[in-house]
């Protein structure tokens, strides 16, 4: 049933006026008889000549005009109600793990006694190249150049030291390969470093989508190129809805606005022709607030809900000449969750970048068809993986400091492997990567319906139930997930009130018994609740602990018939009524930490049509007890066979 919204603008200035001097009777007596206790005085004269009921009409001519402008919301301020309580467009994302490149070096022979012992898993000796992987630390070092004295495989060892131990940097900006099929990319969204001495690093990247039509004019709704009128404030409709209808936000990055290294936001060109001289285009770039804008600087903003572009007033920001058009020439957007699966074809750098004001005069990168070099932003652009020969024919064409460092950091970017964040120790043969995000994907004219659906889901996790449900339900609607997913959750804070325990159960059939967790599934679920916590909570995610508990029991049948056949009725009966997903009195699975006693399998087996009375019930083996306690974090796991139960005839 829809909420009637309330008209706020039902008075109109005369019932107002009258409502006000219906009034006039009980106040004036009630001041007569505050000011002298005479009952007698009143105001009884409501001429509009009397001051009083001038005063009266002045606040219901107020009264009627205040009430009809709260009743009347306009749509800016709809909007921007939107925009305070709604998410933005939130990007599919996976974290990364960079690992060193393997060195190697060329070596003819191995001195005698190499590798020294516990080093053999580190070398590998093939076409007299000599790799090492992982990071050699200096008493390693020590040994092996104790093995030999030989100038070359000093040399070697020496040079395996320094490549293994080399901070290498990741720019932001740097693109990740698939090799799935697909043709989505990502990238990574801040620059880091692998520092000496550490074999990897972790980094987030973002899933990046550019719009396939650029560059592209900006057109009006009937297809007109639109030109700018040379007016302060000046706002355009961007397009943002693919061709089959849905929509498409923008990707708006304020955090990288302007950045020289990586910026992700729109750029639009504009070109126009002075009034004196030749055509002139220019780059203009994305600021989130043009208060930050100076009268010079070539800048607009974009509304992040209505997708309007806006320029400047020449006071903050400049304004287009008259008669300008627009390009857009990058726009990147936002896509839904069925991207997440393009991140388990991750396995390589796509493209990277090494930053260099300015290119040496006489070097020529033309040969190298993947190595090209970008003034305009002062890098060196390296597409696909760099090879070892290339490297060195790069090097050799010039001698300058920083063109050497380029080449090399650009060659240790594009060599690195790609591993999974959770794995320890990195493997790279398998790994699994995984995404999250692609969530509030919607725009203004279905922000109201959208939008505020999605608002009633709570996104932050507080307390043991928030942390349930959204590992749980949360979880299972927003994660593409190929494995089973979240059947049951139990979330308890522990004597340590920042800490919260959470037991994970995957679904499973009725005749998994002990259901427990996939290190896939609890490294997805990690990742996913780490962003919705409180920061000074503290998640402790794991299976769940199944106490193994034997049982036996003795019956007498109600009528003459096959025992067999009874026995395997009641081991059935019992695993389902103890079972962690489908057992307890509900059917919903049994409670976690509730205790095992005799009494509730006495009661299970007297619900059995053919069994006519129980002599007796064993819990555990040895002495007999009446129950079986379990600690909080534990489910039962009855162990019972067709041997544990005893069948008395029947009369």
């Known amino acids: 049933m829809t909420v009637p919204i309330s008209n706020i603008d039902d008075q109109t200035y005369r019932q107002l006026r009258q409502a006000l001097i219906d009034e006039i009777p009980l106040l004036s007596h009630i001041a007569a008889k505050h000011d002298s206790g005479d009952m007698n005085r009143s105001w009884v004269d409501h001429n509009a000549s009397d001051p009083g009921i001038a005063l009266l009409e002045l606040l219901s001519a107020m009264g009627e005009m205040i009430t009809y402008r709260c009743n009347q919301i306009p749509p800016e301020v709809e909007t921007n109600f939107l925009k305070l309580v709604l998410d933005r467009p939130e990007p599919v994302t996976t974290e990364v793990r960079f690992v060193r490149a393997v060195p190697s070096v060329a070596l003819a022979s191995l001195p005698p006694g190499f590798p020294p012992a516990g080093l053999a898993a580190l070398f590998y000796y093939e076409g007299a190249r000599l790799l090492f992987r992982g990071v050699m630390e200096e008493s390693q070092l020590s040994d092996l150049l104790a093995l030999s004295a030989n100038a070359a495989y000093q040399t070697a060892i020496q040079y395996l030291y320094a490549a293994s131990n080399r901070t290498v940097t990741i720019p932001a900006g740097t693109q990740l390969a698939d090799s799935g099929g697909t043709t989505e990319i990502f990238e990574t969204i801040r620059r880091v470093t692998i520092p000496s001495g550490k074999p990897s690093v972790d980094v987030t990247a973002r899933h990046r989508a550019l719009d396939p039509g650029l560059p592209k004019q900006l057109v009006d709704g009937s297809g007109a190129t639109i030109q700018s009128d040379g007016t302060a404030n000046q706002t355009f409709s961007l397009d943002t809805r693919t061709a089959n209808g849905e929509v498409w936000p923008v990707l708006l990055d304020p955090s990288r606005q302007g950045s020289n290294v990586y910026d992700p936001n729109p750029r639009v060109m504009v070109s126009y022709t002075p009034e004196a001289g030749l055509p002139v285009t220019e780059s203009w770039t994305y600021r989130q607030d043009l208060l930050e804008a100076t009268n010079v600087d070539n800048v607009f903003t974009i509304d992040w809900l209505t997708y309007q572009l806006r320029f400047g007033d020449n006071q903050h920001g400049r304004i287009p000449p008259r008669g300008a058009s627009f390009r857009i020439e990058h726009l990147q957007r936002v896509e839904g969750r069925e991207r997440q699966k393009a991140v388990q074809y991750i396995n390589s750098i796509g493209q990277t970048c090494a930053a260099l004001s300015t290119l040496p005069g006489g070097v020529d990168l033309s040969p190298f068809s993947n190595t090209t070099y970008d003034p305009a932003r002062g890098q060196i652009i390296q597409s696909g993986r760099l090879i070892e020969s290339d490297r060195d024919a790069l090097l050799a064409l010039d001698a300058d400091t920083d063109y050497q460092n380029a080449i090399h950091a650009t060659f240790e970017t594009s060599n690195l492997n790609i591993g999974n964040p959770a794995d320890q120790p990195v493997d790279i043969g398998t790994t699994q990567l995984f995404g999250s995000g692609g969530d509030y994907l919607f725009d203004l004219d279905n922000a109201l319906s959208d939008g505020l659906s999605e608002l009633k889901g709570q996104e932050r996790a507080i307390t043991a139930t928030d942390f349930e449900r959204l590992a749980c339900d949360t979880f299972n609607s927003k994660i593409l997930y190929d494995g089973p997913h979240v059947e049951r959750v139990h979330a308890r804070r522990l004597n340590d009130a920042g800490t919260v325990a959470i037991i994970i159960i995957p679904e499973a059939s009725p005749n998994e018994r002990r259901p ?136």
């Open 516 to 651: 427990l967790p996939t290190k896939e599934l609890l490294q997805r679920i990690n990742q996913f609740l780490d962003r919705r916590r409180l920061i000074t909570t503290r998640v402790m995610l794991s299976p769940p602990i199944y106490r193994t508990i034997p049982v036996s029991v003795g019956v007498d049948s109600r009528t003459v018939y096959d025992e067999a056949s009874l026995a395997e009725e009641i081991v059935k009966r019992i695993r389902e009524y103890f079972h962690p997903l489908y057992g307890g009195d509900d059917g919903k699975g049994w409670k976690l930490g509730r205790s095992i006693y005799c009494s509730d399998i006495f009661q299970l087996l007297h619900q059995i049509e053919k069994v006519n009375y129980v002599w007796r019930v064993q819990l555990g083996e040895g002495a007999e007890r009446d129950y079986f306690a379990l600690q909080p974090l534990e489910l039962p796991y009855l162990k019972i066979a067709t041997s544990d139960v005893a069948v008395g005839p029947g009369s």
